[in-house]
Antibody
Framework: QVQLQESGPGLMKPSETLSLTCAVS?????????WGWIRQPPGKGLEWIGS???????YYNPSLKSRVTMSVDTSKNQFSLMLNSVTAADTAVYYC????????????WGQGTLVTVSS | QSVLTQPPSVSGAPGQRVTISCTGS?????????VHWYQQLPGTAPKLLIY???NRPSGVPDRFSGSKSGTSASLAITGLQAEDEADYYC????????????FGTGTKVTVL
């Protein structure tokens, strides 16, 4: 079945650029669907960050758009997120997920990776 | 700030029925966009529970059901079980271009 696995730095300092990768197994990302990133600050709710198609077509949350860049590497069957100028407010568990066409739900999700921004 | 509002918590005894509301507006649920529900067990990633307002993915017990009317949607859990204790989130699309894909504020279900 489809599985997603996030990888990232864990701990960052303010103003740095966050870089996360989501490795997909059990499904070729070129077979269709968008692929998305969602984050969850500790003890808080979920926030959609953006989604990308295997062709590189993207759409981002307007509130984060100025700081977000997503990319895809079809040769490695993975996609990535970059978020620049991070602050403590960007501390969160970051999830990647398959973004289903048609209904636009997210399924399945990766296990998530905690990113802490602290000086 | 989420545009989909849920009650912070609901509770029920084992075997009881509980419902969780998800209130939106004419730019999301009221515009006819699909509503989806996710279950997040403690310390784990969200899992799709209901998609397209009323549909259950394979493997989701039929104790879980979804409905939608006007600018609101609801998730019902019948025959509440201890393993249902979790956070639940609704999600939809918003055409106001403020966030596009929006999640609800989340509801903690406690089994008494």
């Amino acid at each position: 079945q489809v599985q997603l696995q996030e990888s990232g730095p864990g701990l960052m300092k303010p103003s740095e650029t966050l870089s996360l990768t989501c490795a997909v197994s059990g499904y070729s990302i070129t077979s269709g669907y968008y692929w998305g990133w969602i984050r969850q600050p500790p003890g808080k709710g979920l926030e959609w960050i953006g989604s990308i198609f295997h062709t590189g077509s993207t759409y981002y949350n307007p509130s984060l758009k100025s700081r977000v860049t997503m990319s895809v590497d079809t040769s490695k069957n993975q996609f990535s997120l970059m978020l620049n100028s991070v602050t403590a407010a960007d501390t969160a568990v970051y999830y990647c997920a398959r973004h289903m066409g048609g209904t636009h739900c997210f399924d399945p999700w990766g296990q998530g990776t905690l990113v802490t921004v602290s000086s | 700030q989420s545009v989909l509002t849920q009650p912070p918590s609901v509770s029920g005894a084992p075997g009881q029925r509980v419902t969780i509301s998800c209130t939106g507006s004419n730019s999301n649920i009221g515009a006819g966009y699909d509503v989806h529900w996710y279950q997040q067990l403690p310390g784990t990633a969200p899992k799709l529970l209901i998609y397209g307002d009323t549909n259950r993915p394979s493997g989701v017990p039929d104790r879980f059901s979804g409905s939608k009317s006007g600018t609101s949607a609801s998730l019902a859990i019948t025959g509440l079980q201890a393993e249902d204790e979790a956070d639940y989130y609704c999600q939809s699309y918003d055409s106001s271009l403020t966030t596009l894909y929006v999640f609800g504020t989340g509801t903690k279900v406690t089994v008494l």
